[in-house]
């Protein structure tokens, strides 16, 4: 369906340079909520590489006053919202270009663009924001240097900021003032921001390396200054980090971090002024969880190192998105791992990670978004930031940095910015970087084939099986690799695929590894490169059957097949050197009985899934001295829902919901006496500190703590769920204290409509932990359909907004896509509520609307009668004809 203007497919092959470059942009700003004066200055000249052609620029919901050129009137036309001028200075010459514009920041319900929130302004302009706020040449090829000058009243907006240097201030008539802000640095439209409002801030003067002075600065509201601690640490900790590892300095002397309520993504790396959701900012022990300080550990990381990797070296176009993106979720990754002291916490990050890849990524993979690293096309490139680009894309340099080895993938990186600092490249140019620094890798010797990890989308599947001989000592292992069409792309050529490999005896220790036709063995671990469809591998010196540990630290992102006995994952789970391997090998017999109890139809109350020796084998783990809490908690978490969903051909939600509630009632009750033990074992009584060694001891007993209370709601004891509200009320932080009143929440105790008002009484003027008060009840296990109804009840609380993003988040999102039980209901209620949101939020913010619409991309998947009604709620909000571009895409593809 093509509507008028508005569903463009723009293609990737499809790329010209622009006809113009933009040298130089001076902006002015008369900020005024109801109506921002914009006065832009720039000189531009004509690219003499490419035909001539008019001068097309960028706008969006702009009121246009003035044109000039050379400082003259001219004669300009519009083409749908682009401002086209057709009689320019002929020749090389560079020419000035002034335009002036009103916009309205206080009706920016989109938040891009120049938008206020609490009485502040901000700007987003990633990445077709600037359009919003003048009119450009808005693409990321474009580069320019920025002087801003910004002008607004000094008693609502005593702080004025912008990229790069504050050159000057002063006062202006009638309790005016202004700012002048130089960018040192040439940059894209979308690296551009300001912000404006009453606002305090942390600072930190730091020397780097290399001597420089740099000043840091973190800003909120007057009030949460008191929760920027952990952030301007995780800041200080990023600038060392970058130096140390990559030999990357901070290139501006004022960093800024601004940080507001109103945000649709998590942060932005606006060059020297990130502009942060709270969320990842604000923490104290008392409101935020260890999880919040961790992820404000990765988020501020993140966004610092796109100070290099997105800011110095840009994408030349958003398809190379993953460029920026990949790379530095890669190198946000690496820096979490590097903070962690015990090689056991970077074990737990790794698991962690690829968690999240295998449950949103790889449906993502094999729904209607798929798409590869590199798309192809969109219609909206808001729709494009997704964990394929992000988390696959980190995979993708992932292992790019296994074939090179570590230093080799440092050499690459100090290549790539010799090559293209100050550029706009793509993802070829990257991969070409780090294949040249190490000419003898086998990535340069397969650097072709190995990008089709860019070109090619789905996850591919790696079949394995082993053949053991004993006469020849042998043992023979054959791989072969396959990857399921996508839409555009019916045949995949094989991958270059990395697979970290072991063997195990029977005392579960790693056999030297020799290769039929090698000389002597090679010590363990060892990585074998799959290139072809199909490949074999024979070790020789074999004297009993081994069992194969494969894809050792989940060596790249594929799905593995291989036909394991209960025995062997239990040999795996009990030995391996790997812990990723470890993890993985409960995860495998968990999903085996899930599947198991979800084919034999219904699943009784009290039905035990689970055989003995998986409830024996987490007994082991649970009570292992060597093993530390964090990893414990993870081999002990069954896998979750959307996970299992994966696994199977047609999906029953309300089936695996109540096996995997019976799965962990079982292990509740059947584990009683440890969760005990370990939960008395974990308590800490000395000063809170966010360490990963510390997190994982308060998320061990929390996990403790939930399982006690649903073995008491099973047996009607009401010690536990006592404690765990005592618990509740005396803890000294916020992850001991929300922990408890989850257990009490997600074990249906009675206690929970008690702790529940005490809480939200406790934290009411506390934004991000109102969030977390929400959320836990509308992502709650579904009990005989109650969660909806305990939506719609939320939704008329004061305190809901669906304009503010983590809010409508928490209760909606938290619903239709981390509560597939509670979702996807018979009845299909919970489908029409999320049309109507849909569309509701389409109306306010398109961007969180579309997320939201993308709850039902496995629809087709389901079972009836859940697909049906699924079907027929997506042809519902497609319907609607004036749908955004973000939230049109969506629904096509998935009805496409
Ligand atoms: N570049 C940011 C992500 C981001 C993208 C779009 C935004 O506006 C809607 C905001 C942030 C990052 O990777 O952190
Ligand atoms: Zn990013």
């Known amino acids: 369906m093509m509507r008028e203007g508005q569903s463009a497919v723009i293609n990737r092959a499809d790329y010209i340079a622009p006809a113009y470059w933009i040298d130089t942009v001076d902006l002015s700003f008369d900020l005024d909520p109801a109506k921002t004066r914009v006065l832009n200055k720039m000189t531009l000249r004509r690219n003499a590489d490419v035909p001539a052609e008019p001068l097309k620029l960028d706008g969006e919901e702009l009121n246009l006053a003035r044109v000039l050129v050379n400082g003259q009137g001219t004669s300009f036309r519009m083409e749908g919202e682009q401002l086209v001028l057709e009689n320019l200075p002929e020749g090389a010459e560079a020419f000035e270009l002034e335009i002036f514009t009103t916009c309205a920041p206080v009706k920016n319900t989109k938040l891009m663009g120049l938008y206020v929130s609490n009485d502040s302004f901000f700007t987003q302009c990633e990445a077709e924001g600037f359009r919003r706020i003048t009119y450009f040449l808005d ?5 320019a240097s920025y002087s801003v000058t910004l002008r607004a009243d000094k008693a609502k907006y005593p702080v004025l900021l912008s990229n790069g240097n504050l050159v000057e201030q002063g006062e202006l008539e009638g309790g005016r003032h202004f700012a002048k802000w130089v960018d040192p640095h040439k940059k894209p439209a979308y690296l551009f921001a300001l912000v404006a409002g009453q606002l305090v801030s942390r600072e930190q003067r730091i020397t780097s390396r290399a001597g420089k002075e740099h000043t840091l600065q973190v800003y909120v509201r007057p009030g949460d200054l ?98 920026k993106e990949g790379l530095t979720v890669f190198r946000d990754q690496e820096f979490s791992q590097d903070l962690c002291f015990e090689p056991s916490a970077r074990a737990v990050k790794r698991i962690e990670d690829v968690r999240v890849l295998r449950t949103a990524q790889f449906p993502e993979d094999a729904g209607p978004m798929a798409h590869p690293v590199r798309p192809d096309s969109y219609i909206e490139i808001s729709n494009f930031y997704t964990v394929t680009i992000y ?52 990535l340069a010797r397969l650097l072709p084939q190995f990008k089709r990890w860019y070109s090619q989308a789905g996850t591919p599947r790696v079949h394995g099986t082993g053949v053991y001989d004993a006469a020849a000592r042998s043992y023979t292992l054959t791989l072969s690799q396959s990857c399921a069409s996508t839409a555009g792309q019916a045949v995949k050529e094989p991958f270059v695929i990395p697979v970290g490999l072991g063997l195990l005896d029977a005392d579960g220790a790693d056999l030297p590894l020799q290769l039929a036709g090698e000389a002597a063995p090679v010590a363990a671990p060892r990585t074998f490169v799959l290139t072809e469809a199909g490949q074999t591998l024979t070790f020789t010196h074999i004297d009993a059957e081994p069992v194969p540990s494969i894809l050792r630290g989940f060596s790249a992102p594929v799905v593995l097949e291989f036909d394991y006995s209960d025995a062997q994952l ?30 034999a139809s219904a699943c009784p109350a009290g039905a035990e899934p689970l055989n003995d020796a998986y409830v024996q084998a987490m007994r082991s783990v649970l009570r292992d001295p060597a093993l530390d809490a964090a990893f414990k908690e993870l081999v002990l978490t069954l896998p979750g829902e959307t996970y299992i969903a994966e696994q199977l051909d047609v999906v029953d939600p309300q089936r695996i919901h109540a096996v995997r509630e019976a799965m962990r009632a ?10 005990a033990v370990v939960y008395e074992a974990h308590q800490d009584n000395g000063a809170y500190t966010p360490d990963p060694l510390s997190s994982g001891r308060r998320a061990l007993a929390g996990m403790a703590l939930t399982h006690l209370c649903i073995a008491a709601t099973v047996s009607g004891d009401s010690v536990w769920p006592g404690k765990t509200y005592q618990r509740f009320k005396a803890a000294g932080n916020m992850t001991d204290r929300f922990n408890a009143l989850a257990a009490l929440v997600s074990s249906g105790h009675a206690l929970a409509a008690e702790a529940l008002p005490r809480f939200h009484a406790m934290f009411k003027d506390e934004a991000l932990v109102i969030d977390k008060w929400f959320s836990l009840q509308t992502g709650a296990p579904d009990r005989g359909g109650n969660i909806l109804p305990a939506v719609k009840q939320l939704m008329k609380h004061a305190d809901f907004s669906l304009r503010n993003p983590n809010r409508a988040r928490s209760v909606v999102s938290t619903f239709c896509q981390g509560n597939p039980a509670g979702f996807h209901r018979a009845d299909a209620a919970g489908y029409v509520f999320w049309s109507e949101r849909v569309i509701e939020l389409d109306a306010i913010n398109p961007q969180v609307a579309a997320r939201l619409a993308r709850a039902l991309d496995r629809w087709s998947k389901l079972a009836e009668p859940y697909r049906s009604a699924a079907r027929e709620a997506i042809a519902r909000v497609a319907a609607k004809s004036d749908l955004s571009k973000d939230t049109h895409e969506v629904v096509s593809r998935a009805l496409a």
């Open 666 to 675: 079982q292990l509740a009750t059947a584990l009683a006496d440890d969760w």
């Open 139 to 143: 693409r990321p090829d474009v580069m």
């Open 570 to 599: 239990l040999h795996l789970l009990a030995n391996d050197i790997d812990p990723f391997n470890r993890w993985e090998a409960g995860q495998r017999l968990a999903v085996r009985s899930a599947i198991e109890s979800i084919a």
């Open 226 to 323: 008191d929760k920027t601690e952990h952030a301007m640490n995780s800041l200080m900790h990023s600038v060392a980090w970058d130096e140390a590892r990559f030999g990357l300095s901070l290139d501006l002397e004022r960093f800024m971090i601004v940080a507001t309520s109103d945000f649709n993504m998590g942060a932005m790396e606006n060059k020297g002024l990130n502009i942060f959701n709270t969320k990842y900012v604000l923490a104290n022990q008392a409101t935020a969880t260890d999880t919040d300080y961790s992820n404000i550990e990765s988020v501020v990381g993140h966004e610092y190192f796109h100070n290099w990797t997105g800011n110095r070296i840009t994408c030349r176009d958003w398809f190379q998105l993953s460029l």
């Open 391 to 442: 988390e696959k894309g980190a995979e993708v340099v992932r292992m790019m940095q296994t074939l090179v080895g570590r230093d080799g993938f440092a050499k690459g990186m100090k290549l790539y910015f010799e090559r293209h600092d100050g550029q706009a490249v793509t993802c070829d140019d990257f991969a070409q970087a780090i294949a040249d620094a190490n000419p003898a890798s086998d």
